[in-house]
């Protein structure tokens, strides 16, 4: 999302309970179920800062980028290398090594234009349903909110779909110091950073959270749209209640503060056997990859965006304020005239009331040297909040044709139409974008051999990238629009420094999930089902 410089509303928060000392080990126990049977392409060693993301700097030397006014050639290893630092790959395979699942495998990538970067990325399997979880987490105003949420939204969502007896026993286990089942497999790339020194908060608000389901004693089907807005709605509600409480340890409420004040979208797939659910706020985008007879691919889009170009959603908006705002709530396509996102995780500065964010800014001032209350309050700021963190949940039943899924943030979007991706990926999975025959056409010696030379290169930068989400930020920085990449033009995207590559692009984060067909087909028995959701563009 491009110039934005965004961050606020006052919501009743439940009463928070007082706990006592979290035991670290069991801590640990819930929160970490690292997977050693990984795949990983390609990483390189994380670059460590006190303020800093665990990722790959673009460049060694960022600022010598010009010779005598021309780009400075990239060799094909250091673009390789911009490219791989940070994808990862997984294949889902039986213990006896054999493919029983409805996914084949999946791959994700991350490509900085910000540094540090404001995307995250989460995968994670709910090792108590057996289901998988995917995300995209686009950041702005800093990287702090992506990066909470993409930490803490997957166990929201895992407590939320658990029955009652196990979180009765969950609770138990913490209560009596006994070990604990962990609740995710995470599948991470090893600079993937992790917010160790919030850890016990965030066990403190999620322990909140079950407990308050208990207390509900509700204990039927799972309905997973409903969770995935609880868990959305609830997260949010603790990210804003942690940034008001004094927990008397300054560094974790300097963390919160900043975790409020910045924001992120989300795009979250729930993959259940055949059923898909997919959780989106903001303009992230899942999009599906679907084979028809033919053999041609089309993209079936299962998120709308939530921003000016979505007329429903600038009529929600504009609906919940009086009609004397009608004007001003969304200006220069924008919220209040500077958040492009009208969904967004954080972001306390669009949803706390005038009078709260006073409050707590001019009570800490240390906390936030510079930040004046009057520049901090957006203009025409009359009837909070004017931002929400609920999910629009759009559920889909996966079909054999349907082959892949990808989830990206906007930074591919702007560069890239869904379809130019979906076509781009079938091809790549059938590689037929440099097989195809040629028949009814006359050529010179001269353009054949051309044409050999290309068809080459396009095998070869097939074989190249082993990761679909590498070669589609391969093609969407370098790509002339035909399954070609221009290596110039590649090399001069990826040579710009993040103060102007800022300029000409956003993060980047792709996840493509790859379904088994054949298993799928068994699954479904071959029958189809249609799906309605409102096309974006």
Same mark, same amino acid.
């Given at each position: ?33 690292? +997977? ?20 790959? =700097? !673009?460049?060694?030397?960022?600022? +010598? ?7 400075? !050639?990239? /060799? ?14 997984? @294949? ?72 009652? @007896? ?106 259940? $056997? ?20 033919? $053999? ?40 209040? $005239? ?46 909070? /909040?004017?931002?929400?963190? =609920? ?35 079938? =091809?790549?999975?059938? $590689? ?65 420094? !993040? ?18 067909? /054949? ?19």
């Amino acid at each position: 999302m491009f110039w934005q410089r965004h961050t606020g509303h006052l919501i009743q928060y439940p009463t928070m309970k007082k706990w006592t000392a979290v035991n670290l080990k069991l801590f640990a126990q819930l929160f970490w179920c690292h +997977n050693p049977k990984a795949r990983l392409c390609h990483y390189a060693t994380p670059s460590v800062g006190v303020d800093a993301v665990n990722y790959t =700097e !673009p460049l060694p030397q960022r600022r +010598n980028y010009r010779t005598n006014g021309q780009s400075s !050639p990239i /060799p094909s290893s250091r673009i390789n290398h911009i490219l791989k630092s940070n994808e990862y790959s997984l @294949k889902v395979n039986r213990a006896d090594g054999r493919n029983a699942s409805l996914m084949l495998e999946f791959d994700s990538n991350l490509l900085a234009s910000n540094w540090p970067p404001e995307d995250r990325r989460s995968v994670a399997t709910c090792l108590q349903s057996k289901t998988n979880l995917f995300g995209v987490f686009d950041g702005h105003a800093g990287y702090a909110c992506a990066q909470a949420v993409s930490e803490r939204l997957f166990y929201y969502i895992a407590v939320s779909l658990l029955p009652l @007896k196990t979180l009765e026993d969950i609770e138990a286990a913490v209560e009596n110091e006994r070990p604990l089942i962990p609740l995710l497999q995470w599948h991470k790339h090893p600079s993937d950073h992790a917010s160790t020194e919030a850890g016990k908060l965030y066990f403190s608000s999620l322990r909140t959270y079950w407990q308050e389901l208990i207390d509900l004693r509700e204990d039927g089907d799972r309905d997973v749209p409903a969770a995935l807005g609880n868990a959305f709605r609830r997260l949010d509600s603790d990210i804003s209640l942690e940034a008001q409480a004094d927990f008397g340890e300054l560094g974790s409420h300097y963390m919160s503060l900043r975790v409020a004040l910045s924001g992120c979208t989300a795009c979250v797939a729930h993959i259940d $056997g055949t059923e898909l659910h997919v959780a989106n706020l903001g303009d992230s985008r899942a999009v599906i990859g679907v084979q028809e007879e033919d $053999g041609s691919w089309s993209a079936l889009t299962i998120t709308n965006d939530h921003n000016a170009q979505n007329p429903e959603e600038v009529q929600r908006v504009q609906s919940q304020h009086p009609a004397s705002e009608e004007k001003t709530v969304v200006k220069y396509d924008r919220l209040l $005239g500077l958040l492009m996102p009208f969904r967004a995780f954080g972001d306390i500065r669009f949803k706390w009331s005038s009078e709260l964010l006073k409050r707590v800014c001019e009570g800490h001032p240390d906390m936030l040297p510079g930040i004046d209350f009057v520049k901090l309050l957006p203009p025409n700021y009359h009837t909070p /909040p004017y931002l929400t963190a =609920e999910p629009e949940v759009t559920h889909h039943s996966l079909r054999p044709q349907d082959k892949f899924i990808i989830l990206a943030t906007d930074g591919l979007w702007e560069l890239m139409h869904r379809q130019t991706v979906v076509q781009m990926v079938g =091809e790549y999975l059938t $590689g037929v974008h440099w097989q195809k025959p040629l028949s009814g056409h006359s050529f010179t010696v001269g353009q054949m051999l051309s044409l050999l030379v290309e068809r080459k290169a396009r095998a070869l930068s097939t074989l190249e990238d082993k990761n679909v989400a590498t070669h589609i930020l391969r093609q969407a920085l370098g790509g002339d629009g035909f399954s070609n990449v221009d290596p110039r033009r590649l090399a001069t995207m990826l040579s710009l420094p !993040p103060e102007l590559a800022r300029m000409y692009r956003d993060d980047i984060t792709v996840v493509v999930v790859w379904l088994n067909n /054949p298993i799928l087909q068994i699954a479904t028995g071959g029958t189809f089902s249609n799906n309605r959701i409102t096309d974006p563009l």
